[in-house]
């Protein structure tokens, strides 16, 4: 007899056999794609009006936490580049009448130098109290004065730094303590000490109340202290000290007791 070789029988599948919702030509192909799309969640759907308002929130609080810092750091930034020009501003002063000093004062140049304001303590010199003229670095501007002539110690100048018209800083420039000597038949300085100080120009309504020490570069959201105090101040001694009196007017701008001093 032929063996044969049994194996069960494997039932053929057919759509009949398998889920009648899936494959019933009867039934809309719409209603299959609805049923198995019903099981995931739907990507289209959008923000309730709960999560915008709660979105909103958020970014107001990120908001208020960051812009005064930002105002903090642009003003502080402004303040400093103003006090690095009013610096400048103070040494080009000084440089100035050092080149005079320099090159030797005579009866007809001294009359460029700060007016002496006959104390001898240039920190006690009061703050301005007034505008005498205005410079610029664009000599087209209304205003501007060409006379290079000092004006009073008590006095400032309106100095426009970027040639736009509009003034930047006061100068305040003064001498004390000056020693003199007899060039012809008039005394010139011979040694003295020079004050300058630069304040914003916002500090004009200040004027007859302006201090005098400088400025505080703190952190600040507005102006700081521009509006009293100076932004820049310098004090410096200057003098000749190659002539035959030049020991001996020093000796007394310091304080000497030769019998030859004032």
Do not use: W
């Amino acid at each position: 007899p032929v063996l044969q070789t049994l194996t069960p029988s494997t039932p053929h599948i057919t759509p009949a056999t398998m889920n009648p919702l899936l494959f019933n030509p009867k039934i809309p192909q719409k209603l299959h794609s609805n049923r198995i799309g019903s099981r995931c969640p739907n990507s289209e759907r959008g923000l309730t009006l709960m999560e915008c308002l709660v979105a909103l929130l958020m970014v107001s609080a990120i908001l208020v936490a960051i812009t005064p810092p930002i105002f903090l750091t642009v003003a502080t930034r402004v303040q400093n580049r103003k006090a690095d020009q009013a610096i400048q501003l103070a040494q080009g002063q000084i440089d100035r009448v050092r080149v005079l000093v320099e090159q030797g004062i005579t009866p007809s140049n001294k009359q460029f130098l700060p007016q002496d304001s006959g104390t001898s303590n240039a920190t006690e010199v009061p703050g301005p109290g007034g505008v005498a003229k205005k410079e610029s670095s664009n000599q087209n501007c209304p205003g501007v004065t060409l006379e290079t002539e000092p004006i009073s110690f008590d006095q400032a100048s309106e100095v426009d730094v970027d040639g736009d018209c509009n003034s930047d800083f006061l100068v305040q420039t003064f001498i004390a303590g000056q020693q003199q000597t007899l060039r012809g038949t008039e005394l010139v300085p011979l040694v003295f000490r020079m004050g300058v100080r630069v304040y914003s120009i916002s500090a004009q309504q200040n004027f007859g109340s302006l201090e005098t020490k400088q400025a505080s570069l703190q952190l600040t959201t507005g102006e700081g202290q521009q509006n009293q105090y100076p932004l820049a101040v310098m004090y410096t001694v200057l003098g000749r000290g190659d002539l035959a009196q030049s020991r001996n007017e020093y000796d007394c701008f310091l304080g000497g007791t030769n019998r030859d001093c004032d």
